[in-house]
């Protein structure tokens, strides 16, 4: 009963006095001090309060506690006006916050001070990982991390950053800010001591596996002579970037020893920036930066301290190297456009980024690319091709390509120009292997993927501009000295300019300043300009067209736009002239107005500007193919004789071979056995009577061949004779007999006459009857008979 008497007394005086403190606005702690630890409280800067912390009625605005301690206030709400620092002096250890729960709802500093006399004090920060802010801002998580190192702040950091760790030299604090009413996030730090270094500290940041960008800032008031360095370890494939935001720089003894940015790379040379230049961009690898201040002078007006804020930037990149030897004597020079300056894409030419780079014959380089498409990078790309010597010049026409086999380049072919050099006093004659040129005047648009012009001259003048695939089959200049150079209004196609869409040759002085070559075509009409179309010829310059058309065509050229200038003296002419008969066929006169003109033939179009115009002298011509009425008549008559004639022949040729068909071939047969007879279609004759046989005195050859070509009535007298009788052809000489009328046969004598052989045989037999052929006699008795041919 006694017991909780007292109890409940105990518990009514501290209800008492705890209602008397909110009453009289104090409040109590009970504050536990570890040892080797101590307490600060103060109050907060720039505050100006009444209110009092008191230890054993000794009420004061400031205390430190080394014990455990028992602390009245003179306020209620103390957390506002006080502010609490922990120290714990000389850590070799890891260290480890520990909340004290009496001071939660005050702003805290849990602060570790840091000593030693000859080694590097390391700091861990592994497990939490830091991150370094401006000197006036805070963290989200009400956490802030302050370094320092020989009284020189490093600077203030988050939690959750890339840094690891921080090296400081030989004495060292760390201290961590929380916010009232946030409870600690106690993370254990390590330490350790490492060897000694000659920087007041060393950061070492690890960057993520992510594209991150991080900022830092140089040690506030950085002492003079000092240096600070960042140990960066950069994951695989990622590139850094540095920017410096934002630096300010003191008066330094010797100018020459303005601070600077000090960039180390493994197996590389250092390479040193001044902070007003460009800091390395798209760097692979670890590397350190190393930032010392100057001696400064004292001399004058003060000036600022050292400060640099800089930003570090890590990509994950996708990489192209090309690194080559480009031959000295293809005469090259290439060079690497990126269009977008503002673009993600890199360029680096030998560890230097670049937004253009040049590379030329004779030189070994390294073009590397980061994050480049195709179509962000340009190529342009200038050859030079040289013939001094007549001796050495081909004596064939040669291609213009682009022949770099080992280009690995990136980016997509916009323009080669090929500056063509031939011997003194030469001219340059150009040709298009795949199917000619045609003018391309400035306001048309091109057909082709390909846009040529040519030039000539220093500074160059332009001859024209070209598209491939038209009726210009060949353009001489009478310059030594021109160049081509082919646009590429399309990047489908990177190999375009392998291809040889151009040759070009030699030749000895030609008399105009230009001719053209010009094959126009039926389909379209063939648009012809003057050099540098649209502006004027040069003074006292000549051109030439030569028009060449198939004998059947004419073609009625129109003068579209002429503009003519005043000259002084001679004035400019306009002529057009037929090549073949070299007949003129229209000639300008001074002030005449220019009409269309119909030329039957193929024909020279010649233009001469005067020596000094006024104005320009400018001409566009077209050219439209027509039919020659007289000519095609005269040509589909020639047709239709030439037929008229083949379709006879061949029907005389048919009626003949159908005539020879029906006909038997005859053929004369002599029989040794004196039985005359016919083969085919006269049959066999019949034997005559042995009283009476036919008997010749002599026969000539003519009569039997005769006998075989007579018609067919004539063979019809014939019949067949019977197989057992068979006429002599042989016998015994006839006597002479006298002519008798009737009789078929004459016979003279046994012997042939020579003249017989020439149309008149003679000769006589007897019959038993009638002749069966009769023949004529002449008046002294003789038949006469016809010769067979």
């Excluded at 039997?704 to 009788?725: N, R």
């Amino acid at each position: 009963m006694r017991i909780w008497r007292f109890t409940r007394f105990s518990l009514l005086l501290g209800f008492f006095l705890s209602s008397f403190s909110e009453l009289t606005g104090g409040a109590e702690l009970s504050v536990a001090v570890e040892e080797g630890t101590s307490i600060h409280i103060n109050t907060g800067a720039g505050i100006n309060t009444p209110c009092k912390v008191c230890i054993r009625q000794v009420c004061q605005s400031s205390v430190i506690l080394r014990s455990d301690t028992r602390l009245d206030f003179s306020c209620s709400q103390p957390e506002n006006v006080f502010t609490v620092q922990i120290i714990r002096d000389t850590v070799n250890s890891d260290i480890e916050p520990k909340e004290h729960h009496a001071f939660q709802k005050f702003n805290r500093t849990f602060t570790w001070n840091l000593k030693s006399l000859i080694r590097t004090i390391h700091l861990n920060f592994s497990r939490t990982g830091l991150r370094q802010i401006q000197p006036t801002d805070s963290c989200p998580d009400k956490h802030v991390y302050m370094i320092t190192a020989e009284n020189v702040s490093v600077g203030r950091f988050c939690q959750n950053g890339a840094i690891s760790a921080v090296h400081v030299r030989n004495v060292g604090k760390l201290s961590l800010e929380v916010s009232g009413g946030q409870p600690l996030d106690m993370k254990v730090i390590g330490v350790s001591l490492g060897r000694a270094m000659n920087s007041l500290a060393n950061i070492h940041v690890v960057l993520p596996e992510r594209s991150s960008t991080q900022d830092f800032f140089t040690p506030k008031t950085f002492p003079e002579n000092a240096e600070t360095t960042w140990y960066f370890t950069v994951p695989h494939a990622y590139y850094t970037d540095v920017h410096i935001l934002n630096y300010t720089v003191p008066t330094c003894l010797q100018n020459e020893n303005i601070p600077t940015m000090k960039y180390t790379w493994q197996d590389k040379d250092p390479l040193v920036k001044p902070l007003n230049g460009s800091q390395p961009l798209v760097e692979t690898g670890n590397f350190n930066l190393s930032i010392k201040n100057c001696r400064m002078s004292r001399s004058g007006l003060p000036s600022e301290g050292l400060m640099v804020h800089f930003q570090i930037s890590a990509i994950k990149r996708i990489k192209g190297q090309c690194e080559r030897d480009l031959p000295e004597k293809q005469m090259l020079q290439i060079r690497v456009v990126k269009k977008d300056p503002k673009s993600i894409c890199v360029l680096k030419l030998d560890s230097v980024i670049m937004d253009t780079v040049t590379i030329a014959s004779g030189n070994h380089f390294v073009i590397n690319s980061f994050d480049c498409n195709k179509d962000e990078i340009e190529l342009t790309v200038s050859q030079t091709i040289e013939c001094k010597e007549w001796r050495n010049c081909a004596s064939t026409p040669s291609s213009i390509t682009f022949n770099y086999e080992q280009n690995c380049i990136p980016g997509v072919l916009k323009m080669i120009t090929w500056h063509i050099h031939g011997p003194q006093n030469s001219s340059v004659e150009l040709q298009s292997p795949t199917g000619g040129l045609r003018y391309c005047l400035p306001e048309e648009k091109c057909n082709s993927i390909l846009l040529l012009n040519v030039f000539h001259g220093n500074p160059g003048i332009t001859v024209g501009q070209f598209c491939p695939k038209g009726s210009i089959e060949k353009i001489q200049i009478r310059e030594s000295k021109i160049a081509v150079t082919a646009s590429v209004t399309s990047f489908n196609d990177r190999n375009l300019a392998t291809k040889p869409f151009l040759t070009y040759s030699f030749t000895q002085d030609i008399s105009e300043h230009y001719i053209f070559t010009v094959a126009p075509k039926m389909d379209n009409p063939t648009v012809l300009a003057t050099p540098a179309w649209p502006s004027g010829m040069k003074p006292s310059s000549t051109v030439s067209w030569i028009i060449n058309m198939e004998p059947q065509l004419k073609s009625n050229l129109k003068f579209r736009n002429v503009s003519q200038p005043k000259c002084k003296e001679v004035h400019t002419n306009i002529a057009v002239q037929k090549i073949r008969s070299q007949a003129m066929v229209y000639s300008t006169k001074k002030d005449e107005n220019i009409n269309d003109i119909l030329v039957p033939e193929s024909f020279y179009l010649n233009m001469t500007n005067c020596k000094s115009p006024t104005g320009s002298f400018r001409a566009m011509m077209e050219i439209t193919l027509q039919n020659s009425p007289n000519k095609l008549l005269g040509i589909i008559l020639s047709i239709v004789g030439i037929l008229l004639m083949i379709i006879t022949a061949m029907v005389i040729w048919i009626v003949l071979r159908k005539k020879k068909r029906n006909k038997a071939p005859p053929v004369s047969v002599y029989n040794p056995n004196e039985h005359a007879f016919l083969p085919g279609l006269h049959g066999i004759p019949k034997t005559q009577e042995e009283e009476d046989p036919h008997t010749y005195v002599y026969i000539d050859d003519t009569l039997v061949y005769c006998h075989l070509l007579e018609d067919d009535a004539e063979k019809e007298q014939f019949k067949e004779p019977s197989t057992d009788e068979s006429p002599p052809l042989s016998g015994p000489p006839l006597p002479d007999r006298p002519v008798s009328k009737g009789k078929s046969l004459v016979t003279k004598g046994n012997a042939l006459v020579d003249s017989e052989h020439y149309g008149y045989i003679q000769g006589q037999s007897t019959t038993s009857g009638s002749p069966k052929s009769p023949i004529k006699t002449s008046q002294e008795g003789a038949y006469e008979t016809r010769l067979c041919v």
